[in-house]
């Protein structure tokens, strides 16, 4: 079949099902009849002319064909909501909003996200990442995570995690080192920061002085203006950077960071979540929340 003659209605149904891998559920999801469901993939398949799911034992399983349709499908209908978000010019107020930090969002939520979505497929969810604290937040939010300290303004605290900071860098950075160095051997290293007016979180100094270097010599700092940076920084080898576990332990796990020195500074109450004063649908905001601590507990 041509292009141009793609059944685009089709695709709801189908990425509904791929997503939730049942046809009953995606029924239930669209207001459909499951019969009618599986009438819309059967004739997407034969005019397709391949399989997009195995029917086994009254269960569903995408096929390799299938799950690389539904990635496509689901990326693109994401970003048609966006898009007709941004034109309305307003957020859709249906979504919970969620405001993260933007180093959180990217390097911790992100690859998160696909588990919220999965037990909660019925949540419309906006993530709004700033660099900003919560005082500085320029539209409502329902939920907010950013590190203890910063300003909250009228914010409610709802609970704080712990995380753990220590040094990282580029394994090549570290050469044919076996160990990890010891915490004065990075005076006469070259430093990344991310330097902020006020700096309300934990930052070299900190960490030296928690190591009982306070005083020592200066430590040569390269700042950047967003952790995101300092990151990828670290990544190309121009320095050590301060990982926060929860943030690094992926690029760790990749091989492209290491741990630099094996000093770690325990915070118990590093990052806190926020209730915000949108006021949107409490239960899903509530099973957010319920997510959220789950996932930093």
Not at 67 to 79: E, M
């Amino acid at each position: 079949m041509q292009t141009d003659d793609l059944p685009l209605h089709r695709l709801r149904p189908f990425e509904a099902a791929a997503r939730l891998e049942s046809f009953t559920r995606a029924a239930e999801e669209l207001g459909l009849t499951q019969t009618a469901v599986s009438r819309q993939i059967g004739q997407l398949e034969a005019e397709l002319g391949l399989r997009l799911f195995e029917r086994r034992n009254r269960a569903v399983f995408l096929t390799e064909e299938g799950r690389r349709l539904a990635q496509v499908v689901g990326d693109a209908l994401a970003a048609i909501r966006a898009e007709i978000a941004a034109i309305r010019g307003s957020r859709d107020p249906d979504a919970i909003v969620l405001r993260c930090q933007l180093c959180e969002a990217f390097y911790w939520l992100m690859p998160r996200l696909s588990r919220f979505h999965a037990r909660h497929p019925e949540i419309q969810l906006q993530l709004v990442s700033a660099l900003a604290p919560l005082t500085e937040a320029t539209s409502p939010f329902d939920v907010a995570l950013q590190t203890t300290g910063r300003a909250s303004g009228s914010a409610r605290l709802l609970f704080t995690a712990a995380d753990a900071i220590f040094p990282v860098c580029a394994p090549s950075l570290l050469g044919d080192l076996r160990t990890p160095l010891a915490p004065e051997a990075l005076l006469e290293r070259p430093l990344l920061s991310h330097r902020v007016t006020p700096q309300d979180w934990f930052d070299w100094p900190d960490w030296f002085a928690a190591a009982g270097l306070a005083g020592r010599a200066k430590p040569r700092i390269v700042c950047f203006d967003s952790y995101p940076l300092v990151l990828q920084a670290a990544v190309a080898g121009q320095g050590i950077a301060l990982g926060w576990n929860r943030t690094v332990s992926g690029l760790i796990d990749d091989g492209k960071l290491t741990p630099a020195c094996g000093f770690t500074v325990e915070r118990p109450n590093e990052i806190s979540v926020f209730r915000g004063t949108r006021r949107s649908n409490y239960a899903a905001v509530d099973r957010l929340i319920a997510w959220l601590r789950s996932e930093l507990s």
